[in-house]
């Protein structure tokens, strides 16, 4: 089964912004809800972002509430994460996510979440 691919990690100043991306070669998304999470060095994995399947409902992390935008386009079935105002913080592993067929609404439960992609790194110096 195909898995997201994350892209779009990278180096970047506090105060900076990236943008990640998410596709799924050889498979769709549009009927799941999708996410962001991300695992910081020497921590648990932790919720960034979801949005439901429609690309309409999403739910941020307070953290990067106003900072982090996620949004999903289902004719190019990709999944995208705009992060402004980066701060060191922010530096982790970021993971794409996807839930099962079926399961559109978007959830913070790590739980809900059944395939993963491989991760890109975000660094921001302090």
């Known amino acids: 089964q195909a898995q997201p691919v994350e892209s779009g990690g990278g180096l970047v100043q506090a105060g900076g912004s990236l943008r990640l991306s998410c596709a799924a070669p050889?498979?769709?998304?549009?009927?799941?809800?999708m996410g962001w999470f991300r695992q910081p060095p020497g921590r648990e994995r932790e919720f960034v972002a979801a949005?439901?399947?429609?690309?309409?409902?999403?739910l941020y992390a307070e953290s990067v509430k106003g900072r982090f935008t996620i949004s999903k386009d289902n004719a190019k079935s990709t999944l995208s994460l705009q992060m402004s105002s980066l701060k060191p913080d922010d530096t982790a592993v970021y993971y794409c996510?996807?839930?099962?067929?079926?399961?559109?609404?978007?959830?913070?439960?790590?739980?809900?979440?059944?395939?993963w992609g491989q991760g890109t790194q975000v660094t921001v110096p302090s």
């Open positions: 996510v996807a839930r099962k067929l079926g399961k559109v609404s978007e959830t913070d439960d790590i739980r809900e979440y059944h395939y």
């Open positions: 050889g498979r769709t998304f549009s009927a799941n809800g």
């Open positions: 949005v439901s399947w429609s690309g309409l409902s999403t």
